[in-house]
């Protein structure tokens, strides 16, 4: 329960600190592409229209799943889809929505690779993907994202060995990699992560001794 716990007080406080504003927002140009390249790579008559919202008659902050900046009025903080029914990939475009802290998508039907221009998002604090279909690996580059606190992968088609890049995220806390098709064992290095709470890695393909460090927080 406590790994758990922790991903929805992510949410709950992300919601609760962040009012978006719309009257009288500039738009961003990247940001707004960058949307619409998300729209793209879904079928939309597959996920019922599920982003019908996101058209021009609107500005993009009213768009369903969509809150933008306090500050930067005009700059996407959080993409929330979680349960929407979405069937499609993610775009590499997302790696272009700069100030993105919160990706939520789980309990969809996303497949495809884990786009490695998520790693070009340095704000990026929660990483949320679970339940979809993701296959290859984890992009080693997920370790550029050095705010990143959560990352949740469980349920996904994900192969291949856990990155050792992963170790250098110091601001992570939860980790969860459950429900996967790895190969070898979670890299020792990641034991070392002083900000690490909790790792969840069930029903993989994982063997080897575990160290010391992670057995504490498994």
């Given at each position: 329960?406590?790994?758990?716990?922790?991903?929805?007080?992510?949410?709950?406080?992300?919601?609760?600190?962040?009012?978006?504003?719309?009257?009288?927002?500039?738009?961003?140009?990247?940001?707004?592409?960058?949307?619409?390249?998300?729209?793209?790579?879904?079928?939309?008559?597959?996920?019922?229209?599920?982003?019908?919202?996101?058209?021009?008659?609107?500005?993009?902050?009213?768009?369903?799943?969509?809150?933008?900046?306090?500050?930067?009025?005009?700059?996407?903080?959080?993409?929330?889809?979680?349960?929407?029914?979405?069937?499609?990939?993610?775009?590499?475009?997302?790696?272009?929505?700069?100030?993105?802290?919160?990706?939520?998508?789980?309990?969809?039907?996303?497949?495809?690779?884990?786009?490695?221009?998520?790693?070009?998002l340095f704000r990026?604090?929660?990483?949320?993907?679970?339940?979809?279909?993701?296959?290859?690996?984890?992009?080693?580059?997920?370790?550029?994202?050095?705010?990143?606190?959560?990352?949740?992968?469980?349920?996904?088609?994900?192969?291949?060995?856990?990155?050792?890049?992963?170790?250098?995220?110091?601001?992570?806390?939860?980790?969860?990699?459950?429900?996967?098709?790895?190969?070898?064992?979670?890299?020792?290095?990641?034991?070392?992560?002083?900000?690490?709470?909790v790792i969840s890695?069930?029903?993989?393909?994982?063997?080897?001794?575990?160290?010391?460090?992670?057995?504490?927080?498994?």
């Open positions: 329960m406590a790994e758990w716990l922790l991903i929805v007080l992510y949410t709950a406080l992300v919601w609760w600190c962040n009012i978006p504003f719309t009257f009288g927002m500039s738009t961003n140009e990247t940001d707004r592409l960058a949307l619409l390249a998300f729209k793209a790579a879904i079928d939309d008559q597959a996920s019922f229209g599920a982003l019908s919202s996101w058209n021009d008659s609107v500005h993009y902050s009213d768009w369903n799943g969509i809150l933008c900046s306090r500050r930067h009025r005009d700059r996407i903080v959080q993409l929330n889809l979680t349960s929407k029914g979405l069937v499609g990939s993610l775009t590499p475009y997302i790696g272009n929505l700069s100030f993105l802290r919160i990706i939520m998508l789980p309990n969809n039907s996303f497949h495809g690779t884990i786009p490695e221009e998520i790693g070009h990026l604090q929660v990483l949320q993907l679970s339940n979809n279909s993701f296959g290859n690996g984890i992009p080693n580059n997920l370790s550029r994202c050095s705010h990143l606190e959560a990352l949740v992968l469980v349920n996904n088609h994900l192969s291949g060995n856990i990155p050792s890049q992963l170790s250098s995220l110091s601001k992570l806390q939860g980790l969860f990699i459950g429900k996967n098709k790895f190969l070898g064992t979670v890299p020792p290095s990641i034991g070392n992560l002083s900000s690490l709470q890695f069930p029903e993989c393909n994982l063997h080897g001794e575990i160290s010391e460090g992670i057995a504490k927080l498994w």
